[in-house]
C-alpha cells in the first residue's frame, strides 16, 4: 500500500495483549482514515448501548492517508470514541507531531479495548509495542508526564497523555499531544482515564512510500503557494492570543488585531505561523487581546495551567467563569480542584445535550471548533468538506483553500489510487452518514 501504512495495531488491555491487524485497502478507499475510518471502526465493534466510561468502549487513535507526507498540514489523527456526558461518538482531530510518528512507527491506527488493571503506558517504536507500568506517572501533570516519557523511551520520542483530570474521569478532560496540542471539546481524556491508561507513547524512524513522489510534492507546492494568498495565511505571523470557536468557514476580511501567542508550529504546517480571521457566527472569546506584558503572561500561564492538568481551556474556563462568587478561589487554584474530580456545573451547561461530532484543535492558546451539521447547499458542501479533510488528516484551516479536486489529487499521488472529486464527495457522505449512524 501506498500512502497507509496497511497495520493496525489493537491493544486488550484487560489481558495485556498486542496484536497487529491488517487495514483493508477497500475500507481504507471507503473511509479514508482519520474521522471516517475511526467511525466506521468504532461502528463495527461497540453498540450503541455501551456506556462511555466502560470497558467495552474503544478508543481508538487513527491517522490518515496524508498523514507525514508532503501535504501541507499533513500531521494530523483523530481520537474516536464514545464520550461523557452524553454518549455520542465524538472524533477529535489534533495536530502537532505524534499522528506523524505513529506513521513513521508503521500503523495506521491503535485499537484500544478494556481496561487495565493498574495504570499502563503503551510504547511503540518501529513496528514493536509494549505495555508498561504507569503506576509512577499516577496523578502527574501532563508537562511532567510527558519529560518522564521522554526520558524513559527515547529523546526523539512524541508523547500524547492525560493529566489529573483525566484520570479522575472528568467531562472536560482532553488528551494532550506533544505538549502543546489537545483533543477537546467532547471528554477523551475520561475514556482514557477510564482504562487506566496514562499515555501512548510513539517514536518512528521508518519512512513509508508513497505512489508518485514527485506529483505529490508538486501538487504539495502549489497548494502551499495558493495558502499564501488566503486571508488565513496572507499577514505571515506568528499564531495569536485567542480562543476562538467558529461556526463558518468563511473568513471575515477585518480581522481584529491579534497578538503573537505561539513559537513553534506543527507537522508540516503550511498556514498557522500566519494570522486568520474568524467565521461568520462567531463566537470569539478573547484570551490575550488587549493585554498589557504582564496580563499576557499572566493568562498564558492561566492557559497553560489548565492545559497541563488535562483540562479543556475553553471549557473549563466558562465553567468556573459562569459560577461567579458562588466558589471562592482563584480560576487556577479551582482548575485545580476540578481535575481532582471537584464538580462544578455552571447554569448554562446543566442541560448541555449537544452533539459533537468533531473536537476542537487546541494549540497553545487557540481553539477552532467548525460546526458540522448535515443542512442542505453550503452547510451540506461544508460538512463534506470537514468530513474529507478530517479523514485524510488535513487541517481544518486548509478549508478556506482548498476544495475537493486538489484533495484528489493529492490523495491519488500519495495512494495511488485515482480518486476524483466526485469520488471524495461520495466519500464525505458516507462518512457523515456512517458517523450518524454511531451516535
Request: aromatic fraction near 6%; proline fraction near 5%.
Amino acid at each position: 500500500m501506498f500512502g497507509w501504512r496497511g497495520q493496525l495495531l489493537r491493544v486488550d488491555l484487560d489481558n495485556g495483549s498486542i496484536t497487529k491487524e491488517p487495514l483493508s485497502l477497500d475500507v481504507a478507499r471507503e473511509y479514508l482514515g482519520g474521522r471516517g475510518l475511526g467511525a466506521y471502526l468504532h461502528g463495527e465493534e461497540v453498540p450503541g448501548s455501551i456506556a462511555p466510561l466502560s470497558a467495552e468502549n474503544h478508543l481508538i487513535f487513527i491517522t490518515g492517508p496524508l498523514t507525514g507526507t508532503l501535504a501541507p498540514n499533513g500531521g494530523r489523527y483523530t481520537v474516536v470514541t464514545r464520550t461523557p456526558p452524553t454518549g455520542e461518538v465524538s472524533a477529535a482531530s489534533i495536530s502537532g507531531k505524534w499522528g506523524s510518528e505513529l506513521k513513521f512507527a508503521g500503523f495506521d491506527g491503535i485499537i484500544i479495548e478494556g481496561k487495565a488493571a493498574e495504570p499502563v503506558y503503551l510504547w511503540i517504536k518501529n513496528g514493536k509495542a509494549e505495555l508498561r507500568s504507569a503506576a509512577h506517572l499516577a496523578g502527574r501533570t501532563v508537562s511532567d508526564t510527558t519529560e518522564a516519557l521522554i526520558g524513559e523511551t527515547d529523546a526523539r520520542a512524541v508523547v500524547a497523555c492525560i493529566g489529573p483530570a483525566g484520570e479522575n474521569e472528568v467531562n472536560c478532560s482532553v488528551i494532550v499531544s506533544d505538549y502543546f496540542s489537545a483533543a477537546g471539546g467532547c471528554g477523551a481524556g475520561a475514556v482514557m482515564g477510564s482504562k487506566n491508561l496514562k499515555a501512548v507513547v510513539v517514536c518512528g524512524t521508518e519512512g513509508f512510500r508513497v505512489a508518485d513522489r514527485d506529483k505529490l510534492l508538486k501538487s504539495a507546492n502549489e497548494l502551499r503557494s495558493h495558502m499564501k494568498t488566503r486571508p488565513i495565511a496572507a499577514k505571515g505571523s506568528l499564531l495569536h492570543d485567542s480562543v476562538l470557536v467558529a461556526d463558518s468557514m468563511t473568513w471575515d476580511p477585518e480581522p481584529p488585531e491579534l497578538k503573537h501567542a505561539r513559537t513553534r508550529g506543527c507537522f508540516s504546517c503550511a498556514t498557522c505561523f500566519s494570522s486568520f480571521t474568524y467565521g461568520d457566527g462567531k463566537e470569539y472569546l478573547p484570551l490575550l487581546a488587549g493585554a498589557t506584558p504582564f496580563e499576557l503572561g499572566e493568562r498564558m500561564k492561566e492557559y497553560r495551567h489548565f492545559l497541563d492538568l488535562g483540562l479543556d481551556y475553553a471549557a473549563a474556563k466558562s465553567v468556573l467563569t459562569s459560577l461567579g462568587k458562588e466558589v471562592e478561589g482563584s480560576h487556577t487554584e479551582l482548575a485545580r480542584k476540578m481535575a481532582d474530580g471537584q464538580e462544578f456545573v455552571s447554569k448554562e451547561n446543566r442541560s448541555n445535550g449537544q452533539n459533537i461530532d468533531r473536537g476542537p484543535c487546541m494549540v497553545a492558546g487557540y481553539a477552532i471548533v467548525p460546526k458540522i451539521t448535515a443542512g442542505n447547499g453550503q452547510d451540506e458542501a461544508l460538512t463534506i468538506l470537514m468530513s474529507v479533510l478530517d479523514s485524510v488528516s488535513l487541517c481544518p484551516f486548509l478549508a478556506s483553500g482548498i476544495g475537493l479536486e486538489k484533495i484528489a489529487e493529492l490523495l491519488t499521488h500519495a495512494t495511488g489510487v485515482p480518486f476524483t472529486p466526485d469520488e471524495m464527495a461520495q466519500a464525505g457522505q458516507r462518512i457523515s452518514w456512517v458517523f450518524r449512524q454511531t451516535v
